[in-house]
T-cell receptor, first 112, second 111 residues
């Protein structure tokens, strides 16, 4: 079965500091990978998705970036965090574009 | 842009009551998914409905996809405290099969 590892579970960072969140996947190959952000425990905003190594699609202009250096590794980064970057960041996988998503347990990021 | 509106936004009921939450759009979706999310965790898929008019049952949960594939409902019978959580609907549509999420219904079932 598919397993998603996200770390860290919680993170407190000062404004202007860099960010690196990692997501790794087990139990599947060549998945579609997604980064979502959820504010205040409500609706999910798609940030990035990837259909293959090195292929990144950005959904929302912002100071975040994503990379997929390996088939089952997806990284979310920022050079300088803003207060508005606070939120619950979720990594998700799907076997195809129309397939349901399987989510990791998320990282709670607080920018102070 | 395809939008999904969920109602109500918040619902607090007593154990044993029945409830229905709704997911509506002006857009047609090829399929619709329902997820439940508990605090501090990622959403978990409950069901996918594909055919207009389709009804799926998952124990005490009944999901229905509208005939025109623009809306869906989730009915819970005899709610239990374990049903507490954020219920999210998500529609698949468009040429790139992009998934659109509603903002969710936060359900609290009090013992």
């Amino acid at each position: 079965s598919q397993t998603i590892h996200q770390w860290p579970a919680t993170l407190v960072q000062p404004v202007g500091s860099p960010l690196s969140l990692e997501c790794t996947v087990e139990g599947t190959s060549n998945p579609n990978l997604y980064w979502y952000r959820q504010a205040a425990g409500r609706g999910l905003q798609l940030l990035f998705y990837s259909v293959g190594i090195g292929q990144i699609s950005s959904e929302v202009p912002q100071n975040l970036s994503a990379s997929r250096p390996q088939d089952r590794q997806f990284i979310l980064s920022s050079k300088k965090l803003l207060l508005s970057d606070s939120g619950f960041y979720l990594c998700a996988i799907a076997t195809g574009l129309k397939s349901p998503l399987h989510f990791g347990n998320g990282t709670r990021l607080t920018v102070t | 842009t395809q939008l999904l509106e969920q109602s109500p936004q918040f619902l607090s009921i007593q154990e044993g009551e029945n409830l229905t939450v709704y997911c509506n759009s002006s857009s047609v979706f090829s399929s619709l998914q329902w997820y439940r999310q508990e605090p501090g965790e990622g959403p978990v898929l409950l069901v996918t409905v594909v055919t207009g008019g389709e009804v799926k049952k998952l124990k005490r949960l009944t999901f229905q996809f509208g005939d025109a594939r623009k809306d869906s409902s989730l009915h819970i019978t005899a709610a239990q405290p374990g049903d507490t959580g954020l219920y999210l609907c998500a529609g698949v549509g468009g040429s790139n099969y992009k998934l659109t999420f509603g903002k969710g219904t936060l359900l609290t079932v009090n013992p």
